[in-house]
Structures are given as structure tokens and as C-alpha cells.
């Protein structure tokens, strides 16, 4: 009986790693967050003081190719017949195939972030089936994967709600010229 009770401490961890293993199962989009900043005190050059800005980094994308380069052509007779084989040296190179990017885009500031807000962004896209979750009014990953999905196809890459986003939603009021 001594030993059960030995193990049983032991037994509670691992099983709670278990739990929190699949609990982050569930949650696979919001592990691929890129690099995001959501500040008033980190903006890009020129931006209007008390405004606040995302920013997403999209990575470089490289690629390494290998190639045969020709270094001596082979001889070959005038009736087809192979005197010397040509001869080769691989090169394997890397190149950029995308450039790393850095987007900035205005969002909403904290302040405005209420769980009020917060419900009616994910009603919003729960309208648009972006959002499968319940209404929780919690900018939690679930929130974010669904804005992400939202925000893509314009575009950005991120699970920050850029303020065009807001807008598009109907959550903040479109600006308009004076004309």
C-alpha cells in the first residue's frame, strides 16, 4: 500500500501534463501567432501621437537548391564516340525567395478593448463563420485564430484586430472626408 501511495503524487502530474498537452491541442492556430506588438509607445515613423499600431513580421522564406555546374564539356569524336565524360561540381546554394516583412496596420487601443467590444467582434465573425466559439467577451486564442482567418485574405497575417478590420465589422465608426 506504501508504494501506491508513492507513486500517486508522480501519477497526478503526469496526467496533468496530459490535460494541458490536449487542452493546447485544440488551440494549434494561436501557437502560430506570429511576432505581433499592440502598443501606443512602439509606432511607425510618422504615426499620429495617441494612436495605436499592430505590427506583424513575416519571416524571410529561403530555400537551398543544389546544382550541377559544368566545369569541363565532354569530348566526343566526330562519329559519336565519348573520349572524356564531362565533368560537374554540385554547388548548393541558398536564396531568398520571399523578403522578410514588417507590416504595420492602426488597431484599436487597449482602452477600447472591453469585453463588451470584445463579444461583438466575436459575434461579428461568428456571423461571417469565422468564429466557432462560445461569446466569451476574452480576447483569448480562440478569438485571435478567428480574426487571423478574417484578416488574411486582405492581407494581414495576424491575430491583432486592425482598426480597417473594426471598421469592415461595423464595431468602429467609418471615418469620412468633409467634402
Given at each position: 500500500m506504501k508504494t501506491i501511495h508513492a507513486f500517486l503524487p508522480m501519477t497526478l502530474v503526469v496526467l496533468g501534463a496530459c490535460t494541458t498537452a490536449a487542452s493546447l491541442q485544440g488551440n494549434v492556430?494561436?501557437?502560430r501567432e506570429?511576432?505581433?506588438?499592440?502598443?501606443?509607445?512602439q509606432q511607425p515613423p510618422g504615426a499620429p501621437a495617441g494612436t495605436c499600431w499592430g505590427k506583424s513580421v513575416s519571416p524571410a522564406v529561403i530555400e537551398t537548391v543544389t546544382e550541377q555546374v559544368l566545369l569541363q564539356p565532354?569530348?566526343?569524336?566526330?562519329?559519336?564516340?565519348?573520349?572524356?565524360?564531362a565533368i560537374y561540381k554540385t554547388e548548393t546554394l541558398q536564396r531568398i525567395v520571399k523578403e522578410r516583412r514588417e507590416t504595420w496596420f492602426e488597431a484599436p487601443c487597449p482602452s477600447v478593448l472591453t469585453g463588451e467590444f470584445i463579444a461583438s467582434v466575436q459575434r461579428a465573425l461568428q456571423a461571417r463563420g469565422h468564429y466557432r466559439g462560445r461569446i466569451s467577451g476574452l480576447m483569448d486564442a480562440r478569438t485571435r485564430a478567428a480574426i487571423r482567418r478574417y484578416q488574411e485574405p486582405q492581407g494581414l497575417d495576424s491575430g491583432i484586430l486592425a482598426?480597417?478590420?473594426?471598421?469592415?465589422?461595423?464595431?468602429?465608426?467609418?471615418?469620412?472626408?468633409?467634402?
Open positions: 492556430d494561436a501557437l506570429p511576432d505581433v506588438v499592440l502598443s501606443s509607445g565532354a569530348e566526343i569524336t566526330t562519329d559519336g564516340v565519348v573520349t572524356r565524360p482598426l480597417e478590420t473594426a471598421r469592415q465589422l461595423g464595431l468602429i465608426a467609418v471615418l469620412r472626408d468633409p467634402a
